[in-house]
């Protein structure tokens, strides 16, 4: 029997197996030698030769064979459900505790022979590349990686990606290996079309491309070892950065980076590091995301203005092109001075990890620039110094700035530990003006009229008001609207909220906070009627549990949060 070689593809591992036949052809295999063997031992077939070779071409024939409802589809659509199993375009799986990825093993050479000639001959299967190294035998994945790129097609650009995870008791020489694997890549780099590094600082400094990649439009960089310390010979983490940033991009731009238009960093960052960043926006014409996401621990960690990011703030830009900025895990200093630099006016989404609410005026008057603003995460924090200067009413000055945004999620980020601290009641103020009532004849407004989905995150505080969440659905008008008490009927209201979201965190174990009768009547009616969808949480303890807290509250006045309530209408 010929045994057949593959590749295993999967967003995460790269490497070679033999298999015999898949488990169809096996069975009809089997079927066929044991009548072959029957009719061997039998005295009535020992003279039939003609017999045995009919047996003998029927055992050859079994992998050409078609044994699935897929291959007898049109081969425009086999090659669409090869596409569609072999690449991925969401986010890579996470790592377990033990630093290996779950995911799904996919033999597309484990079909029978008609699937496996539609998948090698098809190079648009092989756009994307997803290499793991992993520490059995670097050299192997380098040879399969050179059969990859030899089976795309020669103009055609490709996608890689690289994966690996720092481990303790990783094989010393194995940076060695990974150079046959780097050297690989960086021969194609004029084809790179994108290049997403998950690998730790060490190899992904080794990546870098050749001649300059003319199409290179998408960037991607994600640390995997700030758990463990780097060789010695690698030099110090923090100094190396920012020449890991400038390795794979920085050396072409001085002439600018016409073709990049997604920027994606997610690393431990100091200054060097952030205002490599800011060198790459004030480069890159043609921005569309810009993603900063710096891993610290040191919460503390301040901005203190380098020089050459100094230099480079002192000249405003505008980039129209950019749709999506995300800043996490930054100092919410250079987060201001960089909201304060730039100028989005095209920005569809918003993500801040740390906003300092003593800077609202910065914040609204970048917002107020933002009029296709609709997704907005907002990360609001504060430390010890500006506490006693934050008040209430400070989110809801900044979000009056962005009347079109549908989406809001909200959350506390401290920028320091400050236990014994409570929240501002900046919750309580945003939902209080969400729904007063306004005087349309005077000229006013409703906060967010195009609020589609309301998240809030508080931390060790069930003092959430409850008895307001209905209230979100009032009517905007000069008068009150008829009202009586105890009938949750509610007149509809323009805003297209669908989706309230309350999650409440607690450090240590907690009751789960309760909501009023009356209150779960009205949340019953209005998810009815008009399709609103509430998901209260409450993560309770270390590792956290969720706990439902409208079924929670629904079980203690002995009522069923199922179906919205239908059995509460009594």
């Not at 690449?87 to 699937?115: E, I, M, Q, Y």
């Not at 990360?379 to 008040?391: I, M």
Request: proline residues 8%.
């Amino acid at each position: 029997m010929e045994y057949i070689s593959l590749i295993t593809i999967n967003p995460i591992f790269l490497y070679y197996t033999t298999i015999n036949l898949c488990s169809q052809c096996k069975n009809e295999s089997a079927k066929i030698k044991t009548q072959l063997t029957q009719r061997k031992q039998s005295r009535y077939h020992r003279g039939a030769p003609a017999e045995f070779a009919y047996f003998e071409s029927l055992l050859q024939g079994v992998g050409n064979k078609v044994h699935s409802r897929f291959c007898g589809l049109p081969e425009e659509l086999q090659i669409k459900i090869f596409k569609y199993a072999a690449t991925s375009d969401g986010p890579a799986p996470a790592f377990n505790r033990k630093g290996r990825r779950r995911n799904r093993f996919l033999l597309l050479g484990a079909v029978c022979h008609r699937w496996r000639t539609i998948a090698w001959q098809n190079p648009t299967l092989w756009r994307t590349l997803r290499v793991y190294i992993f520490q059995r035998d670097p050299r192997l994945v380098a040879q399969l990686v050179q059969e990859w790129v030899e089976r795309t097609q020669p103009l055609e650009n490709l996608d890689v990606e690289l994966y690996s995870f720092g481990r303790e008791d990783e094989p010393r020489g194995f940076d060695k290996n990974v150079a046959a694997l780097v050297t690989v890549i960086n021969g194609f780099s004029h084809r790179w079309r994108s290049l997403f590094l998950e690998i730790p600082f060490h190899y992904a400094e080794q990546v870098a491309p050749t001649p300059a990649p003319p199409t290179l439009s998408c960037v991607k960089i994600a640390q995997t070892d700030f758990e463990m310390e780097p060789p010695a010979e690698a030099g110090p983490l923090w100094n190396r950065q920012q020449n890991l940033m400038t390795q794979v991009i920085g050396r072409y731009l001085p002439i600018g980076l016409p073709s990049i238009k997604v920027f994606d960093f997610s690393m431990l960052l100091n200054d060097a590091g952030l205002g490599q960043g800011v060198y790459f926006v004030f480069k890159a014409q043609n921005l569309q995301v810009f993603c900063l996401n710096g891993i610290q621990y040191n919460r503390a960690l301040r901005w203190t203005h380098p020089d050459l990011t100094l230099e480079l703030m002192s000249k405003p830009v505008t980039r129209p092109s950019l749709r999506m900025l995300k800043l996490t895990g930054i100092p919410s200093g250079f987060v201001t001075d960089f909201l304060e630099w730039a100028k989005f006016p095209n920005l569809h989404h918003l993500t801040i990890g740390q906003a300092d609410l003593t800077a609202s005026r910065t914040y609204q008057s970048f917002l107020s620039q933002c009029p296709l603003l609709t997704i907005l995460h907002l990360g609001v924090g504060y430390n010890l110094d500006n506490y006693r200067h934050v008040h209430d009413d400070m989110l809801v000055n900044a979000l009056a700035a962005t009347p079109g945004v549908r989406n809001l999620y909200l959350s506390f980020a401290y920028f320091c530990p400050m236990p014994g601290f409570p929240e501002p009641a900046i919750y309580d103020r945003l939902l209080y003006r969400l729904t007063r009532e306004v005087n349309i004849e005077r000229g006013e407004r409703p906060l967010l009229p195009l609020l589609d989905v309301l998240d809030l995150h508080y931390y060790d505080n069930p003092n959430v008001p409850w008895a307001c969440i209905p209230m979100l659905f009032h009517p905007p008008q000069n008068r009150p609207a008829p009202y009586k008490r105890g009938d949750p009927k509610f007149l509809p209201f323009n805003r297209p909220l669908g989706v309230v979201a309350i999650h409440i965190f607690f450090s240590a174990a907690a009751p789960v906070p309760e909501i009023e009768l009356q209150t779960l009547q009205q949340l019953s009616y209005i998810a009815r009627n008009r399709g609103v969808y509430f998901d209260f949480k409450a993560f309770v303890g270390n590792p956290p549990q969720s706990h439902d807290i409208l079924k929670a509250s629904a079980a203690a006045h002995r009522l069923t949060w199922h179906g919205y309530l239908h059995a509460c209408g009594a």
